[in-house]
């Protein structure tokens, strides 16, 4: 694992953990996971981009409940140590790891993740569409 650029920890633009292998290695268990109940959210990753384990390895992927959160919102934070997604809901979870999986980017045989930070919350109460009419569609 090489960190592309730091500083005393802090992060400039540009910023990545550069993987030696195909697949991102992340450590995620029940104890990782302190959102109602552990659940199946390895499912939810990608699996030409993520290996799970739950043995220690390069990268902890944590997911945390915060009441405080908006409705279907997320902070999404990769360090290079650990990944952190704090969340109020599970649709906050899948639109989290949706983002996570597109952040990671391949290039000859290598996995690249960038260290980021990210807040997203909805306008409204719940994300969607409404779709409606009037008259004749």
């Given at each position: 694992m090489k960190l592309s650029y730091?500083?005393?920890?802090?992060?400039?633009?540009n910023s990545y953990i550069d993987f030696p292998t195909a697949k991102i290695p992340v450590y995620m268990t029940s104890r990782t996971v302190n959102f109602k109940m552990f659940s199946s959210y390895e499912q939810l990753l990608d699996?030409?981009?993520?290996?799970?384990?739950?043995?220690?390895?390069d990268i902890q992927?944590?997911?945390?409940?915060?009441?405080?959160?908006?409705?279907?919102?997320?902070?999404?934070?990769?360090?290079?140590?650990?990944?952190?997604?704090?969340v109020k809901n599970e649709r906050g979870i899948r639109y989290a790891l949706a983002v996570l999986n597109n952040l990671v980017t391949k290039k000859n045989g290598y996995a690249r993740l960038p260290l980021i930070k990210i807040n997203d919350e909805p306008s409204?109460?719940?994300?969607?569409?409404?779709?409606?009419y009037y008259g004749t569609p």
């Open positions: 730091i500083y005393k920890n802090v992060y400039f633009m699996v030409d981009k993520f290996t799970i384990s739950s043995e220690r390895s992927l944590k997911i945390i409940y915060n009441p405080k959160m908006k409705e279907d919102g997320y902070d999404l934070e990769i360090s290079k140590k650990e990944i952190v997604i704090n409204f109460k719940y994300r969607g569409i409404i779709e409606g």
